[in-house]
């Protein structure tokens, strides 16, 4: 029976006309349903992609960058930078080490440099970009690490610090491929000497601290070179006898006849020479804050007079200390301050 049959009873009509109505009734609701079905399917698709777009981005810049870093080991030829899912409305602004390298229609920033020389070294990449989704100027900076290597079968290794140090014995162990006897080496700004087997010393001179270049020959044939970074020995450390300063005992501090410098903290021994200094003594017998002026490290002439006035109680204050270092330069070290007990 369709929906406009006839029927000739009126009881009969009246059940048709309300099938009829409750039909017309349920074809409006599943229409409803079905229009926000579809509404809210295609309101969530537009959010998911969105937040897919964004999300492809940021993963495009992290994977971009990685591949950049990975890419670098070894020697370096070129560096590249560029934006995942890339998208003209993102405006990609992409520097390296400060330069402003264009974006090609890949969302691609493309540049090359010299690579330095060899070891260890890093440049930073700043990525400015519009995010899609917010609306938002956003910026990601990376710092990307990469290695140049050395010449095949060269290695030149600082066997106490990856640093020379100006004015001291720096001692290098340097491998060619070959036997020692056939490898020498030069040191730009400095000395380098052959020891024993493959231990080499390198000497660098006054004045010639920022980066030297250790070149590695063999049989007279350059086949490698290596950049150190060079630097000043640290500041020497002065002592009178063990002790730094605070409360000695009095028959100690006299013993010890003289201030030293030390340096501390290294694993260079290098020796430091006490050129003067002056010491003053504080407490009832010394009236008037008069400083002795001492020459040499050892206290003499007024300055030993002074000590042997010391006393359970006095003080001691030693101070404008100079020293020169086996660089040749001549520094002030700290003050030093003592109480005797």
């Given at each position: 029976?369709?929906?406009?049959?006839?029927?000739?009873?009126?009881?009969?009509?009246?059940?048709?006309?309300?099938?009829?109505?409750?039909?017309?009734?349920?074809?409006?609701?599943?229409?409803?349903?079905?229009?926000?079905?579809?509404?809210?399917?295609?309101?969530?698709?537009l959010?998911?992609?969105?937040?897919?777009?964004v999300?492809?981005?940021?993963?495009?810049?992290?994977?971009?960058?990685?591949?950049?870093?990975t890419?670098?080991?070894?020697?370096?030829?070129?560096?590249?930078?560029?934006v995942?899912?890339?998208?003209?409305?993102?405006?990609?602004?992409?520097?390296?080490d400060?330069?402003?390298?264009?974006?090609?229609e890949?969302?691609?920033?493309?540049?090359?440099?010299?690579?330095?020389?060899?070891?260890?070294?890093?440049?930073t990449?700043?990525?400015?970009?519009?995010?899609?989704?917010?609306?938002?100027?956003?910026?990601?900076?990376?710092?990307?690490?990469?290695?140049?290597?050395?010449?095949?079968?060269?290695?030149?290794?600082?066997?106490?610090?990856?640093?020379?140090?100006?004015?001291?014995?720096?001692?290098?162990?340097?491998?060619?491929?070959?036997?020692?006897?056939?490898?020498?080496?030069?040191?730009?700004?400095?000395?380098?000497?052959?020891?024993?087997?493959?231990?080499?010393?390198?000497?660098?001179?006054?004045?010639?601290?920022?980066?030297?270049?250790?070149?590695?020959?063999?049989?007279?044939?350059?086949?490698?070179?290596?950049?150190?970074?060079?630097?000043?020995?640290?500041?020497?450390?002065?002592?009178?006898?063990?002790?730094?300063?605070?409360?000695?005992?009095?028959?100690?501090?006299?013993?010890?006849?003289?201030?030293?410098a030390?340096?501390?903290?290294?694993?260079f021994s290098?020796d430091?020479?006490?050129?003067?200094?002056?010491?003053?003594?504080?407490?009832?017998?010394?009236?008037?804050?008069?400083?002795?002026?001492?020459?040499?490290?050892?206290?003499?002439?007024?300055?030993?007079?002074?000590?042997?006035?010391?006393?359970?109680?006095?003080?001691?204050y030693?101070?404008?200390?100079?020293?020169?270092?086996?660089?040749?330069?001549?520094?002030?070290?700290?003050?030093?301050?003592?109480?005797?007990?």
């Amino acid at each position: 029976m369709g929906l406009f049959d006839w029927f000739s009873g009126s009881d009969e009509a009246e059940e048709a006309a309300a099938k009829n109505a409750a039909l017309y009734n349920q074809y409006g609701i599943n229409t409803g349903n079905l229009y926000n079905q579809y509404k809210t399917d295609a309101t969530g698709a537009l959010t998911g992609a969105k937040t897919a777009a964004v999300g492809a981005l940021g993963t495009g810049l992290t994977n971009t960058l990685g591949a950049l870093n990975t890419g670098l080991e070894g020697s370096l030829a070129a560096g590249r930078a560029g934006v995942g899912a890339f998208n003209a409305a993102a405006k990609p602004v992409i520097t390296i080490d400060g330069r402003n390298i264009p974006v090609n229609e890949h969302g691609v920033a493309e540049t090359k440099f010299a690579a330095g020389g060899s070891g260890a070294h890093a440049f930073t990449v700043n990525i400015s970009y519009v995010d899609p989704g917010t609306g938002e100027n956003k910026t990601i900076a990376k710092k990307v690490d990469y290695t140049v290597g050395q010449a095949s079968g060269v290695a030149v290794m600082a066997d106490k610090m990856n640093v020379l140090y100006i004015g001291v014995d720096n001692p290098l162990t340097i491998t060619a491929g070959a036997g020692s006897e056939k490898v020498s080496a030069s040191l730009t700004g400095g000395s380098i000497s052959h020891g024993s087997g493959n231990h080499f010393i390198a000497k660098p001179g006054a004045g010639t601290g920022g980066e030297q270049t250790v070149t590695v020959m063999v049989e007279g044939k350059p086949a490698g070179k290596v950049t150190f970074r060079v630097k000043n020995l640290p500041p020497a450390t002065g002592y009178v006898g063990t002790s730094g300063g605070g409360l000695i005992p009095s028959a100690t501090f006299k013993a010890m006849g003289g201030v030293r410098a030390v340096l501390e903290n290294s694993e260079f021994s290098a020796d430091y020479e006490v050129l003067s200094y002056t010491i003053a003594g504080m407490g009832p017998e010394f009236p008037d804050y008069i400083a002795q002026q001492n020459n040499g490290p050892r206290w003499s002439g007024n300055a030993a007079t002074l000590v042997s006035k010391l006393k359970p109680g006095s003080g001691a204050y030693i101070d404008n200390i100079k020293a020169r270092g086996p660089d040749g330069r001549v520094i002030t070290l700290k003050p030093l301050s003592f109480i005797l007990r």
